[in-house]
């Protein structure tokens, strides 16, 4: 039974023009990426956190966060993350059960010719699954499409969306009840 999530996705972009560094169009970390911890997981628990906890740093030349750290309780279980857009390009995902731990390599948007690495490391022996290379973007696209095409709903509904931006929203506020 998983207990703990831990989860990385950082990347370096300085550049003032780009959508990501602007507050106007929803820029900063957590928006951009951070948004990918929460919603993993929370499609790992199945689950809603009942309670958020979030740190943020703010460029405060431009308005937008560039790190972010937070934690998510499902009852007993929890998921911490961090995420910026002013650190070394990094991805990682360590998922820890009761019976073994799963490390994913590169698991937000791996490069579309490079397979994925997954060990699974159950009573002290390390196995590494190696996936086959795959356009993630394309395959989203694909899916999508099937959806409009077939008349069949979207593989993520709007209300999963819509429940990820209010955790989004809960680190926001926990973040600006803690600055001093």
């Known amino acids: 039974m998983v207990q703990n999530i831990q989860s990385v996705f ?3 972009n300085d550049d003032p023009a780009n959508i990501r560094n602007s507050p106007e169009m929803g820029g ?6 951070g948004c990918y911890c929460i919603s993993l997981s929370r ?9 958020v906890s979030g740190r943020m740093d703010i460029l405060p030349e431009l308005g937008v966060d560039w ?5 998510l309780t499902f009852g007993d279980k929890t998921a911490t993350f961090t995420c910026s857009t002013r650190l070394q390009n ?3 995902v360590v998922v820890f059960g009761t019976g073994g731990v799963i490390e994913l390599e590169r ?5 579309p010719d490079q397979p994925m690495h997954i060990h699974i ?12 290379a795959v356009d993630q973007y394309r395959l989203q696209v694909d899916a999508f499409c099937r959806s409009i095409l077939d008349n069949t709903p979207v593989p993520t509904p709007l209300e999963d969306a819509l429940a990820n931006m209010k955790v989004i ?8 009840a803690h600055t001093v």
């Open 169 to 176: 929203d809960a680190m926001f506020k926990s973040s600006k």
């Open 67 to 71: 790190k972010a750290s937070g934690i």
């Open 121 to 132: 490391t159950k009573n002290g022996v390390r196995k590494t699954l190696v996936t086959e």
């Open 10 to 12: 950082t990347y370096y």
């Open 90 to 92: 990094y991805q990682r």
């Open 28 to 33: 900063g970390g957590l928006m951009d990426i």
């Open 43 to 51: 499609f790992l628990y199945g689950e809603e956190p009942n309670s």
């Open 107 to 111: 698991p937000f948007n791996p490069p």
